[in-house]
């Protein structure tokens, strides 16, 4: 079974702060993928890597960094948190880069919640 | 713009059959997702359409029309567990994953 873990379910921070959310996934899938989910909006794509070192922008990546320095492992950095970076935050990860129609599998999610 | 559209709650009853419905206007089209997401949990992948049809699995079909952007998810024999959120995805031409808001089941005994 594929597993995706995410550092933290519950987290809550300061406006200001710097913010680290961590993503691990043990399938040696190529693919990873932040979003945010809020409610009445579908997922948003943040940013996604398909490869060590490499990431792409995705819809929403305003205020937010990543970073992908093992195959595994996905951060997700929030420069200086705001409140409207209140959200759930899901990782996901997928099987091959050239396979693009790959199921996406996801972690159990943050929620972060920023004072 | 791209756009996926399906109802924000719906409700049924235990051992009922219920249709989800999802229909999408994106740029291109490679493949359509469901995915069943319980309250506080991670969605996790329920069906993959990319050929119009009906594909069955279980107590769960989905069926896709292309000429008409069209989805629908088909829960049989409803049971309690099936009460979750149920959310359609389209891969567009650049294999991006455009989302809908998802549809909330609820199901009564």
């Known amino acids: 079974d594929v597993k995706v873990t995410q550092s933290s379910r519950y987290l809550v921070k300061r406006t200001g702060e710097k913010v680290f959310l961590e993503c691990v996934q043990d399938?040696?899938?190529?693919?990873m993928f932040w979003y945010r989910q809020d409610p009445g909006l579908g997922l948003r794509l943040i940013y996604f890597s398909y490869d060590v070192k490499m990431k792409e922008k995705g819809d929403i990546p305003e205020g937010y960094s990543v970073s992908r320095e093992k195959k595994e492992r996905f951060s997700l950095i929030l420069e200086s948190a705001s409140t409207n970076q209140t959200s759930m935050y899901l990782c996901?990860?997928?099987?091959?880069?050239?396979?693009?129609?790959?199921?996406?599998?996801f972690g159990p999610g943050t929620r972060l919640t920023v004072l | 713009g791209q756009n996926i559209d399906q109802p924000t709650e719906m409700t049924a009853t235990e051992g009922a059959i219920v249709q989800i419905n999802c229909t999408y206007q994106?740029?291109?089209?490679?493949?359509l997702f469901w995915y069943q997401q319980h309250a506080g949990e991670a969605p996790t992948f329920l069906s993959y359409n990319v050929l119009d049809g009906l594909e069955e699995k279980g107590r769960f079909s989905s069926f896709l029309s292309r000429s008409k952007g069209y989805s629908y998810l088909l829960l049989k024999e409803l049971q309690m567990k099936d009460s979750a959120s149920y959310l359609c995805?389209?891969?567009?031409?650049?294999?991006?994953?455009?989302w809908g808001a998802g549809t909330k089941l609820i199901i009564k005994p």
């Open positions: 995805a389209v891969l567009d031409s650049n294999y991006q994953l455009i």
């Open positions: 996901a990860s997928s099987l091959q880069a050239q396979e693009r129609t790959d199921t996406q599998y």
């Open positions: 994106t740029s291109g089209f490679n493949g």
């Open positions: 399938m040696d899938h190529e693919n």
